[in-house]
Each structure stands twice: as structure tokens, then as C-alpha cells.
């Protein structure tokens, strides 16, 4: 069936749809446990039942997601280790270390505190449990920050020296974790992932409002803190893109080529192309339509800077460019349209029909899913545009894969999918379900009587009340 493939494209094809289907969940989680933190903080402070109302709804759905996010990144494991062993022995001294740091720090934090933020709110105390909901946030944004790291030395790799056995060995730790593209990946993807968990939250909350649910004070109070969020980070996205474009340029300037479209070189200043259809065979971008000058000032401040073109880079280091210059249009575009919700919010805010404005809630609905389109299209733009790499200038990306026959590698392929669609598919169906149904003031959460219990069905405490109960009866009878 799939003996007439190329065996590396396969796998190439099964990380990115594994990658991309994983990379969803903890966009959404990471923001998600964040907001779970502020609402319970809130309603410890408050005692506002708003907040608890909405903790109990969303961290429900945190559950779920928390763990889809969990099983479906356990195959990125599977896939170093078959796929792409050769990367996993020639750069594994580096980036192993980092990803056991990423399992010991982050993931043993969130997974320690996760009992506890679900079910033991009536069984800790108040103090115990926020600390709780604190960790499980503060281990989703460590969690990121491992794994940003590994990423970020595959971009920019330092702190390291071949061995003779071909094999990268780091030989200083600092300089391997915090490598230069590293600050501006992190800040760029956590935003990313605030971004995308507020745009769903507000989603939900609009959904709610347009079905005449604007009485319901966890509602209001839900789609009110979404436009906050969004106003204050879509603007400091967009600057924090912009810092992360400039830090491109410098150490990945034929990435930053491919997004702009420019297969030729602009020696006095390069124009910011809105539209084109990129050529690689003829290198050149058929139909082009742009702004003259514009790409020089962004990139370099200056409207009559040089910039050097496609035409300088062997055909063989080029990155594809018409995936690259797409999904980076994308990933603009959705964030325009994320500042335009964010302006659109104050307005009505301060108009005083931030719950009745038909036309914001209509928007925001259609924005609802817009935050994980746009770290799609990013981590899309990102990685295609490090081809033909794995290891930015150290090692290319067909000498990184396994020696396995296409039809090795498309079976498993084939079984990825089918299995991610009927698996994934079924949680993210509940998942909107769940959305689908408006917060109530005596939903109890993950709390109480949903809580684990022993396998004897009785808890320690239980066993001990009744204990103590048969004492008590054998002491009365004997009085008797």
C-alpha cells in the first residue's frame, strides 16, 4: 500500500499530525489551569459563588483535556525511538536530560496536585487546596518551559561540542537551556497559550449570552474576564511576535525569507508582500501583491535597508516556502483579528453593553476555536521553516530518520489516525458537550461524591467512624 512513498516523508508526516493533534491540548491547558487558580483565588477572597460556580464548570472540562493532552504526548516518545532513532542517538545526550527534567519537575508537579484541585476542596481545607490549584498552573508553564528549551536548541543550538562517536554532548548546561532564540519562543508561546484560553472561555461565554443566558451571573462573569484577558494579551502577542520575527532574522534569516516571500534580494529596501503564490521551482512569487518598503522597516526600522533574498541560499538549504509563507499569513491574520475582538470588547465595555452586544458575541463565538488555529499555523511556520534541519545547521532532517521501509512506517501511520479520530474524537464531543451546557450555581464540581474511593469502597476515615461506632455499641451493651 505504501511501498511507493518516501519513507521519511511518511514519517515526517505522522510527527506532524501527532505533534499538531497533542500540541492543541496543552495550548488550551496551560491558560486554562492558570484561570482555574485565579477563579478559586477569587472566590476565597470573595466568597463570590460566580466564581466557584465557573471553577466547577471549567475544571471539568480541565480534567479531560489535561489528560488527552497527557496520552497523546506519550507517542512523541514512541516516535524518537522508531522514526527518528538516528536523531535520538546523535543529539540525545542533550536533549534527554532536558526532557527527564521536563517528566521530574513539571509533570510529577502537575499530576501530584491534580488530585487534589479536583476532588479535594472539601477534604484539605481551603489554604491546601489553592495551593494545589497554584502548582498544577505552575506546572503546566514549567512543563512548557522544558520542552520550549529542547525546541529552542534544535533552533539555535549552543553549549555543546561533537563527540567523536558523532554524538552532540553538552558541556555547558546554561548556555544549552537558555540558548539566544530561547526567551522569545517561551514568551511567545505562553502568551499563545493564554491567548488561546481566553478566546475559548469568551467563545463559550458568547454562546451562552446569544442564548438568552445573560442572567446567568457565572456567564457574564465568565465572557467579562475572557475580554479582559484578551485585551490586555493580544496587543503584547503582536509585540512579542514582533521581537520573535527580529531574533529569527538573526539566527534563521532563510525562515524569515520564506515567510516574507522574498526569493530575491532588495538592496534598497523590501516590500511587505500581502499576497502572492510561491514558485520554488522558478523562485520567484507569482501574482504578488505588496507594500513597498514595508518588510525593510519592520524587520530592520529603516525603509531603505538591504535585504538579502532567497537568491543567496543554495536551493538545497531553502526551506519550502509556500507552507511557510501561508501559515504565517495565517498566524498574522488571526492575530489582527484577535486585536480587532480585543478593541471591539473595550468599546462595548465602556458603552456599558459588553452583554448585549449581538455583534461581539457573534464574533467572539467565531474566534472561539481562532487561539489553537493560530499556534497550529505558528508551529507550523516555525518548524517547516528550519527545513532542511533537525538541528539547525548541525543535522538535516534525511539523515535524522530511522532506516525503516515506507510501509513500516505508513501502517503505523494509518493506525495513528485512525485510532487519534475514534479516541480524541469521542473526548473533544464531551468536551462540547460539556461547553454546550451553562454553568449552575449548585454544580459541585469534581468535589465530594465524584472523588476516588478505596477498592473496598470505604475510606480510612469511613472504616474508622465505623469502628468506632461498633465500640461504642459494644460498650453500651455491656452497661446494659
Not at 519513507?7 to 489551569?33: E, K, M, S, Y
Not at 478559586?40 to 472540562?61: E, H, M, P, R
Not at 458575541?361 to 487561539?371: E, T
Request: glycine letters at 8%.
Amino acid at each position: 500500500m505504501f511501498e511507493n512513498f518516501d519513507a521519511i516523508l511518511l514519517a515526517r508526516i505522522q510527527f506532524a499530525f501527532t505533534i499538531a493533534f497533542h500540541f492543541i491540548f496543552p495550548a488550551f491547558t496551560i491558560g486554562l489551569a492558570s484561570y482555574l487558580a485565579v477563579l478559586n483565588g477569587s472566590y476565597l477572597k470573595t466568597k463570590d459563588k460566580a466564581y466557584l460556580q465557573l471553577f466547577n464548570f471549567w475544571v471539568k472540562i480541565f480534567a479531560i483535556t489535561f489528560a488527552m493532552g497527557v496520552v497523546s504526548g506519550i507517542t512523541m516518545s514512541y516516535q524518537f525511538g522508531t522514526n527518528w532513532s538516528i536523531f535520538s542517538d546523535i543529539a540525545g545526550p542533550v536533549i534527554g536530560p532536558l526532557m527527564a527534567y521536563e517528566v521530574l519537575t513539571a509533570f510529577f508537579l502537575e499530576a501530584g496536585f491534580l488530585g487534589i484541585m479536583l476532588f479535594g476542596r472539601d477534604r484539605v481545607g481551603p489554604k491546601l487546596h489553592m495551593f494545589a490549584c497554584s502548582m498544577v498552573a505552575f506546572g503546566t508553564a514549567i512543563s512548557a518551559t522544558w520542552i520550549l528549551s529542547v525546541n529552542s536548541w534544535m533552533h539555535t543550538p549552543d553549549g555543546y561540542v561533537l563527540a567523536e562517536n558523532g554524538q552532540y554532548i553538552p558541556v555547558d548546561w546554561m548556555k544549552v537551556i537558555f540558548t539566544p532564540s530561547f526567551p522569545y519562543r517561551l514568551a511567545h508561546t505562553l502568551t499563545a497559550a493564554y491567548l488561546t484560553t481566553a478566546f475559548i472561555v469568551g467563545g463559550v461565554g458568547a454562546w451562552h449570552l446569544l442564548k438568552g443566558r445573560s442572567d446567568n451571573k457565572g456567564v457574564r462573569t465568565m465572557f467579562s474576564m475572557a475580554m479582559w484577558m484578551i485585551a490586555i494579551t493580544a496587543p503584547l502577542q503582536i509585540f512579542l511576535g514582533d521581537l520573535h520575527g527580529l531574533n529569527t532574522l538573526e539566527y534563521q534569516p532563510q525562515k524569515v525569507m520564506a515567510m516574507e516571500g522574498h526569493y530575491e534580494s532588495h538592496p534598497e529596501g523590501a516590500p511587505l508582500y500581502l499576497f502572492g503564490i510561491p514558485d520554488d521551482e522558478e523562485q520567484t512569487l507569482k501574482y504578488a501583491v505588496g507594500i513597498p518598503k514595508l518588510s525593510s522597516l519592520i524587520l530592520k526600522h529603516d525603509l531603505n535597508a538591504p535585504m538579502a533574498g532567497l537568491d543567496t541560499i543554495p536551493d538545497d538549504e531553502q526551506p519550502p516556502v509556500a507552507i511557510v509563507f501561508w501559515s504565517f499569513r495565517i498566524m498574522v491574520g488571526i492575530g489582527f483579528l484577535m486585536l480587532g475582538a480585543a478593541i471591539v470588547g473595550l468599546w462595548a465595555r465602556f458603552r456599558g453593553a459588553l452583554y448585549d452586544h449581538k455583534f461581539l458575541h457573534r464574533f467572539m463565538l467565531l474566534m472561539g476555536p481562532s487561539g489553537l488555529v493560530a499556534v497550529l499555523a505558528g508551529w507550523i511556520t516555525t518548524e517547516v521553516g528550519r527545513q532542511p534541519y533537525t538541528i539547525w545547521k548541525l543535522l538535516r532532517t534525511e539523515h535524522s530518520a530511522s532506516p525503516l521501509d515506507a510501509p513500516a512506517v505508513g501502517a503505523s501511520l494509518l493506525a495513528f489516525i485512525i485510532v487519534y479520530f475514534f479516541v480524541f474524537g469521542a473526548g473533544v464531543f464531551y468536551i462540547l458537550r460539556l461547553m454546550s451546557k451553562p454553568p449552575k450555581i449548585n454544580d459541585m464540581g469534581m468535589n465530594a461524591e465524584e472523588g476516588p474511593i478505596r477498592t473496598a469502597g470505604t475510606t480510612p476515615a469511613q472504616q474508622t467512624q465505623s469502628h468506632h461506632s461498633e465500640m461504642i455499641s459494644s460498650i453500651q451493651k455491656e452497661k446494659e
